[in-house]
């Protein structure tokens, strides 16, 4: 059914956009609002309803409502790391042979 309102609007439009009236604009934009409601994903439906109600949000200590990345940068306790895991060692990815030629040994890259 909405793929038949879809087309109709559609072609609807297309016919009368230059001579279309307030009222039969306040139509398209109706069945269009329609469809716009029904293709929402479960996050937006949510999201409409205070979402905010329904997700448990945990205090963690530090966080405020005006913290930022920037304003924390190099303030408190560092990680156990310098580095990223992928930066260790020298400098090959898991799965590189150290031979020069590719993940899999063979002149190839890795599949994803």
Do not use: C, I
Request: no cysteine; glycine share 14%.
């Amino acid at each position: 059914m909405d793929h038949q309102l879809y087309k109709r609007l559609v072609d609807e439009v297309k016919t009368y956009a230059h001579v279309a009236d307030a009222a039969r604009v306040q139509g398209w934009e109706n069945a269009a609002e329609h469809l716009r409601r029904g293709a929402r994903s479960f996050l937006e439906k949510n999201a409409e309803s205070d979402w905010t109600y329904h997700l448990d949000v945990l205090p963690v200590e530090g966080m405020t409502p005006d913290w930022s990345f920037e304003g924390a940068w190099g303030k408190g306790k560092g990680t156990e790391e310098d580095v990223a895991p992928d930066d260790v060692g020298d400098g090959m990815l898991v799965g590189q042979s150290g031979t020069g030629d590719g993940a899999l040994g063979h002149g190839e890259p890795a599949p994803l």
